[in-house]
Protein backbone atom coordinates (compact mmCIF):
# COMPACT_ATOMS: atom_id res chain seq x y z
CA UNK A 1 0.00 0.00 0.00
CA UNK A 2 0.82 3.88 -0.33
CA UNK A 3 3.01 5.10 2.50
CA UNK A 4 3.76 8.34 1.37
CA UNK A 5 0.28 10.52 1.22
CA UNK A 6 -1.16 14.17 1.02
CA UNK A 7 -3.70 15.42 3.03
CA UNK A 8 -5.28 17.51 0.41
CA UNK A 9 -5.58 16.81 -3.00
CA UNK A 10 -6.36 21.07 -3.93
CA UNK A 11 -5.26 23.97 -1.87
CA UNK A 12 -6.30 27.49 -3.33
CA UNK A 13 -4.23 30.64 -1.61
CA UNK A 14 -4.15 34.28 -2.51
CA UNK A 15 -1.21 35.73 -4.57
CA UNK A 16 1.08 36.81 -1.55
CA UNK A 17 -0.21 34.47 0.72
CA UNK A 18 2.17 31.85 2.86
CA UNK A 19 1.24 28.51 1.71
CA UNK A 20 1.50 25.07 3.66
CA UNK A 21 0.77 21.16 1.67
CA UNK A 22 1.04 18.50 4.06
CA UNK A 23 2.14 14.90 3.66
CA UNK A 24 2.01 12.14 5.81
CA UNK A 25 4.22 8.78 5.81
CA UNK A 26 3.94 5.22 7.31
CA UNK A 27 7.18 4.18 7.30
CA UNK A 28 9.44 5.34 10.91
CA UNK A 29 12.61 3.66 9.01
CA UNK A 30 12.34 6.70 5.85
CA UNK A 31 15.28 8.47 6.23
CA UNK A 32 15.59 11.01 3.27
CA UNK A 33 12.24 13.11 1.81
CA UNK A 34 12.14 15.04 -0.88
CA UNK A 35 9.45 17.71 -2.31
CA UNK A 36 9.12 17.99 -5.50
CA UNK A 37 6.79 20.39 -7.81
CA UNK A 38 5.02 18.98 -10.84
CA UNK A 39 4.11 21.27 -13.50
CA UNK A 40 1.85 20.43 -16.58
CA UNK A 41 3.92 18.68 -18.97
CA UNK A 42 6.80 18.52 -17.57
CA UNK A 43 8.89 15.96 -15.18
CA UNK A 44 8.74 16.94 -11.85
CA UNK A 45 11.25 19.71 -10.00
CA UNK A 46 12.95 18.97 -7.09
CA UNK A 47 12.75 21.82 -4.83
CA UNK A 48 14.44 20.88 -0.94
CA UNK A 49 15.19 17.94 0.67
CA UNK A 50 15.52 16.53 4.66
CA UNK A 51 17.03 14.20 5.94
CA UNK A 52 16.01 12.20 9.18
CA UNK A 53 18.51 13.75 11.77
CA UNK A 54 16.56 16.63 11.14
CA UNK A 55 13.67 19.10 11.67
CA UNK A 56 14.01 21.89 9.78
CA UNK A 57 15.17 22.59 6.94
CA UNK A 58 15.04 25.76 4.46
CA UNK A 59 15.53 27.13 1.36
CA UNK A 60 14.27 30.12 -0.81
CA UNK A 61 10.78 30.95 -0.04
CA UNK A 62 10.81 27.48 0.88
CA UNK A 63 10.43 25.37 4.46
CA UNK A 64 10.66 21.88 4.68
CA UNK A 65 9.28 20.79 8.41
CA UNK A 66 9.76 16.88 9.52
CA UNK A 67 7.90 15.94 12.61
CA UNK A 68 9.43 12.41 12.74
CA UNK A 69 6.86 11.55 16.37
CA UNK A 70 3.72 11.63 14.03
CA UNK A 71 5.67 10.74 10.50
CA UNK A 72 4.53 14.12 9.17
CA UNK A 73 6.13 16.22 6.84
CA UNK A 74 5.08 19.69 5.53
CA UNK A 75 6.31 22.33 3.00
CA UNK A 76 5.88 25.98 3.74
CA UNK A 77 6.15 27.91 0.39
CA UNK A 78 6.25 32.24 1.56
CA UNK A 79 4.35 35.05 -0.84
CA UNK A 80 3.26 32.56 -3.00
CA UNK A 81 3.64 33.83 -6.54
CA UNK A 82 1.45 32.14 -9.71
CA UNK A 83 4.86 30.68 -10.77
CA UNK A 84 3.97 28.03 -7.95
CA UNK A 85 1.02 27.26 -9.60
CA UNK A 86 2.04 23.37 -9.93
CA UNK A 87 0.77 19.56 -7.82
CA UNK A 88 3.49 19.18 -5.10
CA UNK A 89 4.47 16.15 -4.58
CA UNK A 90 7.02 14.48 -1.42
CA UNK A 91 8.65 11.70 -1.73
CA UNK A 92 10.32 8.90 0.92
CA UNK A 93 13.59 7.24 0.25
CA UNK A 94 13.15 3.79 2.80
CA UNK A 95 15.95 1.88 3.55
CA UNK A 96 16.01 -1.16 2.05
CA UNK A 97 12.79 -1.12 0.54
CA UNK A 98 12.96 -0.53 -3.39
CA UNK A 99 16.18 -0.10 -3.39
CA UNK A 100 16.99 3.69 -4.06
CA UNK A 101 14.01 4.59 -5.72
CA UNK A 102 11.52 7.10 -3.94
CA UNK A 103 7.86 6.45 -2.94
CA UNK A 104 5.60 9.50 -3.98
CA UNK A 105 2.24 10.56 -2.61
CA UNK A 106 -0.09 11.35 -5.06
CA UNK A 107 0.45 15.09 -4.66
CA UNK A 108 -1.36 18.40 -3.60
CA UNK A 109 -2.47 20.87 -6.46
CA UNK A 110 -1.38 24.26 -5.38
CA UNK A 111 -3.87 27.11 -7.26
CA UNK A 112 -2.72 30.73 -6.70
CA UNK A 113 -5.65 33.23 -6.96
CA UNK A 114 -4.83 36.80 -8.26
CA UNK B 1 24.44 20.65 -18.35
CA UNK B 2 21.72 20.34 -20.45
CA UNK B 3 19.45 18.06 -17.59
CA UNK B 4 17.86 14.73 -18.28
CA UNK B 5 17.00 14.81 -21.68
CA UNK B 6 14.07 12.15 -22.88
CA UNK B 7 13.08 11.42 -26.21
CA UNK B 8 10.35 11.04 -27.98
CA UNK B 9 8.04 13.43 -25.86
CA UNK B 10 4.96 11.68 -27.02
CA UNK B 11 4.49 8.32 -28.08
CA UNK B 12 1.62 6.45 -30.22
CA UNK B 13 0.64 3.37 -30.45
CA UNK B 14 -1.40 0.09 -31.00
CA UNK B 15 -1.97 -2.45 -28.80
CA UNK B 16 0.68 -5.09 -29.42
CA UNK B 17 3.17 -3.23 -30.74
CA UNK B 18 6.70 -2.73 -29.09
CA UNK B 19 7.86 0.66 -28.21
CA UNK B 20 11.58 1.99 -26.88
CA UNK B 21 12.19 5.33 -25.43
CA UNK B 22 15.38 6.62 -24.35
CA UNK B 23 16.84 8.47 -21.52
CA UNK B 24 20.07 10.27 -21.56
CA UNK B 25 20.85 11.39 -18.08
CA UNK B 26 23.43 14.24 -16.96
CA UNK B 27 26.56 13.85 -17.57
CA UNK B 28 28.28 13.37 -14.86
CA UNK B 29 25.31 11.38 -12.96
CA UNK B 30 26.15 7.40 -12.53
CA UNK B 31 22.47 6.03 -11.00
CA UNK B 32 19.47 6.08 -13.26
CA UNK B 33 15.80 5.50 -12.85
CA UNK B 34 12.52 4.58 -14.64
CA UNK B 35 9.64 5.53 -13.13
CA UNK B 36 5.96 5.56 -14.55
CA UNK B 37 3.13 8.21 -13.55
CA UNK B 38 -0.61 7.71 -14.55
CA UNK B 39 -2.63 10.79 -14.31
CA UNK B 40 -3.83 12.36 -10.74
CA UNK B 41 -1.06 9.89 -9.41
CA UNK B 42 2.48 10.16 -8.52
CA UNK B 43 5.32 8.60 -10.19
CA UNK B 44 6.10 4.87 -9.20
CA UNK B 45 9.46 3.15 -9.26
CA UNK B 46 10.48 0.45 -11.29
CA UNK B 47 13.60 -0.05 -11.99
CA UNK B 48 17.36 1.87 -11.47
CA UNK B 49 20.64 1.20 -12.88
CA UNK B 50 24.05 2.26 -11.09
CA UNK B 51 26.61 2.47 -14.16
CA UNK B 52 25.66 -0.42 -16.21
CA UNK B 53 24.26 -2.29 -13.60
CA UNK B 54 20.42 -2.82 -13.24
CA UNK B 55 20.33 -3.19 -9.37
CA UNK B 56 16.80 -3.10 -8.94
CA UNK B 57 13.35 -3.92 -10.18
CA UNK B 58 10.12 -3.14 -8.59
CA UNK B 59 7.30 -5.21 -9.29
CA UNK B 60 5.66 -3.24 -11.18
CA UNK B 61 8.14 -3.99 -14.14
CA UNK B 62 6.33 -6.99 -16.41
CA UNK B 63 8.32 -9.67 -18.33
CA UNK B 64 7.34 -7.05 -20.52
CA UNK B 65 9.52 -4.44 -19.92
CA UNK B 66 13.17 -4.62 -20.32
CA UNK B 67 15.40 -1.52 -19.14
CA UNK B 68 19.43 -1.64 -20.42
CA UNK B 69 22.00 0.86 -19.95
CA UNK B 70 24.99 -0.91 -22.17
CA UNK B 71 27.96 1.69 -21.40
CA UNK B 72 26.82 3.32 -18.47
CA UNK B 73 25.40 6.31 -20.00
CA UNK B 74 22.23 6.33 -21.85
CA UNK B 75 19.29 3.78 -21.29
CA UNK B 76 16.37 2.58 -23.05
CA UNK B 77 13.35 1.06 -21.89
CA UNK B 78 11.22 -1.18 -23.77
CA UNK B 79 7.80 -2.48 -23.99
CA UNK B 80 6.64 -5.10 -25.86
CA UNK B 81 3.00 -6.55 -26.86
CA UNK B 82 1.93 -2.95 -25.34
CA UNK B 83 -1.67 -2.87 -23.55
CA UNK B 84 -4.09 -0.02 -23.21
CA UNK B 85 -2.64 0.01 -19.37
CA UNK B 86 0.41 0.62 -20.57
CA UNK B 87 -0.27 4.27 -21.13
CA UNK B 88 1.15 6.68 -18.92
CA UNK B 89 3.71 8.95 -18.47
CA UNK B 90 7.49 7.23 -18.24
CA UNK B 91 9.95 9.26 -16.41
CA UNK B 92 13.80 8.97 -16.29
CA UNK B 93 15.59 10.49 -13.27
CA UNK B 94 19.60 10.53 -12.29
CA UNK B 95 21.37 11.02 -9.98
CA UNK B 96 24.94 10.91 -8.35
CA UNK B 97 26.04 8.52 -6.18
CA UNK B 98 29.53 7.89 -4.31
CA UNK B 99 32.11 8.80 -1.32
CA UNK B 100 31.85 12.23 -0.57
CA UNK B 101 28.24 12.95 -1.82
CA UNK B 102 25.79 13.43 1.02
CA UNK B 103 22.67 14.28 -1.01
CA UNK B 104 21.22 11.63 -3.39
CA UNK B 105 18.60 13.94 -5.02
CA UNK B 106 17.45 12.77 -8.52
CA UNK B 107 16.46 15.02 -10.98
CA UNK B 108 13.81 13.85 -13.25
CA UNK B 109 13.33 14.06 -17.57
CA UNK B 110 10.40 16.07 -19.21
CA UNK B 111 9.22 12.66 -19.61
CA UNK B 112 7.50 10.23 -22.55
CA UNK B 113 4.05 10.42 -22.77
CA UNK B 114 2.82 7.17 -24.40
CA UNK B 115 -0.66 6.31 -25.60
CA UNK B 116 -1.71 2.65 -26.27
CA UNK B 117 -4.52 2.77 -28.77
Known amino acids: GESVGLHLPTLSVQEGDNSIINCAYS??????FIWYKQESGKGPQFIID?????DKRQGQRVTVLLNKTVKHLSLQIAATQPGDSAVYFC?????????????FGKGTHLIIQP | DTGVSQNPRHKITKRGQNVTFRCDPISEHNRLYWYRQTLGQGPEFLTY????????KSRLLSDRFSAERPKGSFSTLEIQRTEQGDSAMYLCASSLDGWGVSENIQYFGAGTRLSVL
Open chain 1, 50 to 54: IRSNM
Open chain 1, 27 to 32: NSASDY
Open chain 2, 49 to 56: FQNEAQLE
Open chain 1, 91 to 103: AENRPGGGADGLT
